[in-house]
């Protein structure tokens, strides 16, 4: 069964660093794409980043790019982000997805980070 499961979210000062861990299991985790999406209070979907089977592409979204970073460990088949200089709008839930032939087809549950004073 493909899991996929996240952790390291809380409660953070705005400017503050916080690293988020999505431990995979189930599948070939260093064979696929893996992104993180976030979902803010009452918004929809936003794509964060996502990094290719091998670390040698990673991409992140405008709102992002600079203060972000992912990587990942396939020997421990765990994704990383790096948040840093967080803002009160990052405030989300951020979740880690699997990429199979062009589609999300595997989500975790979530964890919540909240970004406040």
């Known amino acids: 069964e493909v899991q996929l499961v996240e952790s390291g979210g809380g409660l953070v000062q705005p400017g503050g660093p916080l690293r988020l861990s999505c431990a995979a299991s189930?599948?070939?985790?260093?064979?696929?794409?893996i992104a993180w999406v976030r979902q803010a209070p009452v918004k929809g979907l936003e794509w964060v980043s996502e990094?290719?089977?091998?670390?040698?592409?990673?991409i992140y979204a405008d709102s992002v790019k600079g203060r972000f970073t992912i990587s990942r460990d396939n020997a421990k088949n765990t994704l990383y982000l790096q948040m840093n200089s967080l803002k009160p709008e990052d405030t989300a839930v951020y979740y880690c997805?699997?990429?199979?032939?062009?589609?999300?087809?595997?989500w975790g549950k979530g964890t919540l980070v909240t970004v406040s004073s």
């Open positions: 997805a699997r990429w199979d032939h062009g589609a999300m087809d595997h």
């Open positions: 990094i290719n089977s091998d670390s040698t592409i990673t």
């Open positions: 189930g599948f070939t985790f260093s064979s696929y794409f």
